[in-house]
């Protein structure tokens, strides 16, 4: 026997992301840009979370670079918008390369393609609630180890039909 010792043991999300949530907030010409380092899954969570904070009514687009289609809804029922971030969770955890943003006069929240949660906002309701969801707040957050270009998105025809029925079910025209 060669090694005498028995490896530590790893887990895949150990070697691909931290379980750690943190959140760097900065304020540029006069908004409130919050960037958010999270697993994917718990930035697709937060998305659907934080969404319930938003007014009742909402705007919502959603660029699909997989697809090279971009849709736009105005005055949208923020239930329906929120189920329809619910819906799309499995199909965006698995292929990713769709960014998809809700937003009123006030506040956005988007999912970037690398399902990243940016905040961009007049306020800074955002850092309370984020710490709330028991998020640190650091200077920076770390950089991805990895990264694809937005024209490397190709494939993926569940999510393509997913984000079609989507742009549908919520009314969304083409831009």
Same mark, same amino acid.
């Given at each position: 026997? *060669?090694?005498?010792?028995?490896?530590?043991?790893?887990?895949?999300?150990?070697?691909?992301? !931290?379980?750690?949530?943190?959140?760097?907030?900065?304020?540029?010409? @006069?908004?409130?840009?919050?960037?958010? @380092?999270? =697993?994917?899954?718990?930035?697709?969570?937060? &998305?659907?979370?934080?969404? $319930?904070?938003? #007014? #009742?009514?909402?705007?919502?687009?959603?660029?699909?670079?997989?697809?090279?289609?971009?849709?736009? =809804?105005? =005055?949208?029922?923020? #239930?329906?918008?929120?189920?329809?971030? +619910?819906? *799309?969770? %499995? #199909? &965006?955890?698995? !292929?990713? @390369?769709? $960014?998809?943003?809700?937003y009123t006069a006030e506040d956005q929240l988007v999912l970037s393609p690398l399902l990243d949660l940016w905040i961009y906002s007049r306020t800074d309701r955002w850092v309370y609630l984020l %710490?709330?969801?028991?998020?640190? /707040?650091?200077?920076?957050?770390?950089?991805? @180890?990895?990264?694809?270009?937005?024209?490397?998105?190709? =494939?993926?025809?569940? *999510?393509? /039909? +997913?984000?079609?029925?989507?742009?549908?079910?919520?009314? *969304?025209?083409?831009?």
């Amino acid at each position: 026997m *060669l090694f005498r010792h028995d490896p530590p043991a790893s887990r895949v999300a150990d070697r691909f992301g !931290s379980n750690e949530a943190v959140f760097s907030s900065a304020v540029e010409r @006069g908004l409130h840009v919050v960037r958010v @380092g999270a =697993g994917m899954e718990r930035s697709l969570e937060l &998305l659907h979370t934080l969404a $319930e904070q938003l #007014p #009742p009514v909402v705007d919502c687009a959603i660029d699909c670079l997989r697809s090279r289609r971009r849709f736009v =809804g105005e =005055g949208l029922s923020l #239930p329906e918008v929120r189920e329809t971030i +619910a819906r *799309l969770k %499995v #199909p &965006l955890l698995a !292929s990713g @390369g769709v $960014e998809l943003a809700v937003y009123t006069a006030e506040d956005q929240l988007v999912l970037s393609p690398l399902l990243d949660l940016w905040i961009y906002s007049r306020t800074d309701r955002w850092v309370y609630l984020l %710490v709330g969801e028991e998020l640190e /707040q650091v200077d920076d957050v770390p950089p991805r @180890g990895w990264t694809v270009g937005r024209d490397e998105f190709s =494939g993926a025809p569940e *999510l393509v /039909q +997913a984000i079609e029925k989507t742009a549908e079910r919520l009314t *969304l025209r083409a831009v």
